[in-house]
């Protein structure tokens, strides 16, 4: 279909029919999903986490004082959330999702209609609101699809408000912006290259046209500063403090040393956040967008493409900034894939001449990842939503009941005071604080030192066996040491497929003596007989009896005349260490992890070889 023309003599009554099915439609996709997850009984650490601080803010005498003082925490969604949490605590706080997916599709539609006519802006909203992706998050308590739509908003209403000249859209743009500052802790990386790209327009716009006035863009600008700066006043350094230690400090994860952005860093950091897509779909985008730059190339004369280029623009520097991190976050780039579909969208339906088999192509790509969100599959081309791949990554299975074991361990610990020094998927921390008695006093360390330090206040203490951990990371080999000193002896245990479990300690007179045996490792990455090259990270996992002290990768072969160590460190996927392999020289390497605990027992894992071709 050429010349996807808007036409001005259309009806708004006819534009907003159009606008109605698209969201009648995510709608219909959006409520099976959304009972499917309530049933599943398997809600996570960000599900509690922000309906804890919702319920927070619900109770709160001064609530503005409250929505000033959330931290690291944007405070957006649980703001929204307020009134689910009233009625239905966890489940009803993530409800707020559908409303946050229908502004998504709204303000898609509304960006669209610049270059297509409406119903390829129907089917454009649809592809970037009903992806694998998008849907995956919109079942889950969580910031990235707030942001998403926040981004696409921006765009629409700057685009619609002509550099800034129309009232309307100029504040319809300041309230988006705002909304995206405030939308989750890593707003500033949508926001700066917002900004550029905004700044570029204006400039080449005002070079040729002058503007009639700047009142517009300043009520636009006093719109952010009234709605967003209170909060990043008062929270802002938390929010800045999280985002600079959690994505730019040395780590052994993306990146060896801090910011460091190379092509290495963007090829993983595409692949992390492609993995949210799945690879089918991943592949469907990857047509996408070759078949529209083709396009561009060969047909640019019969193309509208005014003012893409700046989504362009932003998508780009903002996987740059993404791919500087070492933090994986959670669908950090899912703002960017929404603006690479759309971009794909708007090109292609302008182009394609055989538009029905082109909204086939688009029906089953969307229709691959829609029934995925019902599988309990763990294949990357075919995967389930995250939140069920949690549970079964940390030994569970796709009927586990999350709900009803965070319920028995808390029936087990009473009212009595008690010391959780674990975060998991399965065992969740703030899930137990959710469900325990009121009286019960159940507290989350953010560091393995308090949780020392709450020993001696506590007559119960739950620690855990995991091979997938969320953060907060509390080191359980020194908790659980330090209980055996201080007379904790083992009391109950949930034992769980795949080895993982936990484990209910209670104070007594004595010290408990149990048998230890040494740990459990093996290599997760890399995979037999792979190869790698540039910047890498080894992956493996370790479990003990008392838990895990330290865990290395000894790397031989080669010219090596001495086995290389790489240490490794705790990460919510397994303990990750990073290896340059520009270091060594091209050739075959065999790699073992070693992983020792706190009585200094240790234990190898078998050799994983591989081969560096740099």
């Known amino acids: 279909m050429r010349h996807q023309v808007p036409s001005d003599s259309q009806s708004d009554l006819l534009q907003k029919r159009h606008l109605l099915v698209a969201l009648g439609v995510t709608t219909a996709v959006w409520i099976p999903m959304f009972a499917v997850r309530i049933s599943a009984h398997q809600a996570n650490v960000d599900d509690f986490a922000y309906a804890a601080l ?39 706080a993530m409800a707020v999702e559908l409303p946050i997916l229908l502004l998504l599709v709204a303000g898609t539609f509304v960006l669209a209609r610049n270059w297509l006519s409406p119903w390829p802006a129907v089917v454009t909203s649809l592809l970037v609101s009903l992806n694998e992706a998008a849907l995956s998050y919109s079942v889950m308590l969580n910031f990235a699809l707030a942001a998403t739509a926040a981004v696409v908003w921006c765009f629409a209403s700057y685009v619609k408000s002509e550099r800034f000249q129309s009232w309307p859209w100029s504040l319809i743009f300041g309230i988006a912006f705002a909304a995206l500052l405030l939308s989750r802790t890593v707003a500033p990386v949508y926001a700066v290259p917002l900004v550029v790209a905004v700044l570029a327009d204006l400039i080449i716009g005002w070079r040729t046209h002058p503007p009639r006035g ?17 909060w990043w006043l008062v929270s802002g350094s938390n929010a800045i403090h999280y985002l600079l230690n959690a994505g730019y400090q040395p780590s052994s994860g993306f990146t060896a040393h801090g910011a460091d952005l190379s092509p290495s860093t963007i090829v993983q950091r595409s692949r992390l956040e492609l993995t949210n897509l799945g690879w089918t779909q991943s592949v469907f985008l990857a047509v996408a967008v070759i078949t529209a730059l083709w396009a561009i190339f060969r047909h640019r004369s019969e193309l509208r493409l005014t003012r893409l280029w700046m989504l362009a623009v932003w998508a780009i520097l903002t996987l740059l900034v993404l791919s500087s991190s070492d933090n994986p976050g959670t669908a950090f780039g899912l703002p960017v894939l929404a603006i690479v579909v759309f971009l794909c969208a708007v090109v292609l339906a302008q182009w394609v001449r055989r538009w029905p088999l082109a909204l086939v192509v688009a029906v089953v790509a969307l229709f691959v990842g829609i029934t995925a969100e019902f599988s309990s599959s763990t294949d990357g ?14 030994g569970g299975t796709a009927r586990t009941n999350v709900d009803q074991l965070d319920a028995q361990v808390a029936r087990a610990v009473g009212p009595s005071t008690a010391l959780l020094a674990v975060n998991s998927p399965i065992l969740n921390g703030n899930g137990l604080d959710w469900y325990a008695l009121p009286t019960a006093r159940i507290e989350s360390p953010n560091s393995s030192e308090i949780a020392v330090k709450g020993l001696p206040y506590s007559r119960y203490l739950i620690t855990g066996n995991f091979s997938y951990v969320y953060a907060p990371l509390i080191e359980q080999s020194v908790v659980e040491s330090a209980a055996f000193r201080d007379g904790f002896k083992p009391l109950r245990s949930w034992t769980m497929e795949g080895g993982d479990s936990v484990l209910l300690w209670e104070r007594g007179l004595r010290k408990a003596h149990v048998l230890v045996g040494p740990p459990k490792t093996r290599v997760l990455s890399p995979k037999a007989n792979s190869s790698l090259s540039g910047s890498k990270f080894l992956v493996a996992s370790a479990s003990g009896t008392i838990g895990i002290a330290r865990v290395e990768f000894d790397i031989t072969g080669g010219s090596l005349r001495s086995p290389l160590i790489v240490s490794a460190q705790p990460f919510p996927y397994g303990w990750i260490g990073g290896l340059q392999t520009t270091d060594l020289p091209n050739g075959r390497y065999a790699v073992t992890s070693v992983a020792t605990d706190p009585d200094g027992k240790s234990s190898r894992s078998r050799a994983v070889s591989f081969r560096i071709v740099n």
């Not at 081309?381 to 940390?394: D, F, N």
């Open 214 to 230: 700047v009142l517009p863009m300043v009520a636009a600008i006093a719109v952010v500063l009234i709605v967003a700066g209170p």
């Open 54 to 92: 919702t319920r927070h803010l619900l109770h709160s005498a001064d609530i503005v004082t409250a929505l000033l003082h959330t931290g690291q925490n944007a405070p957006l969604v649980p703001a929204l959330a307020l009134p689910g949490v009233a009625i239905d605590g966890v489940y009803g």
């Open 381 to 394: 081309w075919w995967h389930g939503p995250p939140y069920r791949l949690g549970v079964i990554a940390a």
